[in-house]
C-alpha cells in the first residue's frame, strides 16, 4: 500500500503556498496520494482570477472578496513582503535559480492528481462561491476532512 500525505492549507501567503506545492508536487513524484484540504485564507491559493463575482453577495462579503488576493500570484509575502517589493525580490531570485512560478507549481500539484477540496464552512464565511474557485477544487466539510486526514501518513498544516 502507498503512503498518503494529507496537508491543510490554512495561509494566503505566497512563500507558504510555495512550501506547501513543492511538498505536494514531489510526494506526488514519490508515487504519494496527496490531499491538499484549503481552509479560510488558503482559499486564495484557489480562487479563480476570471470567475470572481460580486453577484448574490452580502456588503460584507462583497468588501472582503475585494481586500483578499484574486488568486495564488497575488498573494503576500508571510514576511519582509515591504508593500510587494519582497516579493518581487523573491520571484526575481526564484527566476534567476530557473524555479517555475507559485501558479506552475498549482498546475503542476493538479496535473499530477493531487485532491484539492475547499472548507465547506470557510467557503460560506468567506462569501466565495463554489464557482470562484478552480474547477478541480471539490468543497467538502470539516468531518470529511477529518476522515481523509487520518488515514493519511503524513498530516501537515500550513
Known amino acids: ?16 503556498a510555495l512550501a506547501a506545492l513543492i511538498l505536494a508536487n514531489t510526494a506526488k513524484e514519490m508515487n ?6 484549503f481552509a479560510f485564507w488558503g482559499l486564495c491559493l484557489v480562487r479563480d482570477p476570471n470567475k470572481m463575482t460580486d453577484e448574490d453577495k452580502t456588503s460584507y462579503e462583497k468588501m472582503f472578496a475585494n481586500f483578499t488576493p484574486r488568486g495564488i ?8 513582503n515591504m508593500g510587494g517589493i519582497g516579493k518581487k525580490m523573491l520571484k526575481s531570485m526564484m527566476n534567476e535559480n530557473d524555479t517555475p512560478s507559485l501558479d506552475k507549481f498549482l498546475q503542476g500539484a493538479i496535473n499530477k492528481g493531487v485532491n484539492m477540496y475547499g472548507c465547506k464552512l470557510s467557503v460560506e464565511v468567506m462569501g466565495f462561491s463554489k464557482e470562484e474557485l478552480l474547477p478541480e477544487v471539490k468543497i467538502i466539510t470539516a468531518e470529511e476532512y477529518l476522515k481523509d486526514a487520518i488515514e493519511s501518513d503524513m498530516q501537515l498544516f500550513i
Open 1 to 16: 500500500m502507498g503512503k498518503k500525505m494529507n496537508i491543510l492549507m490554512f495561509s494566503g501567503e505566497y512563500d507558504k
Open 32 to 37: 504519494m496520494d496527496v490531499t491538499m484540504f
Open 73 to 80: 500570484e497575488y498573494l503576500p509575502l508571510s514576511k519582509m
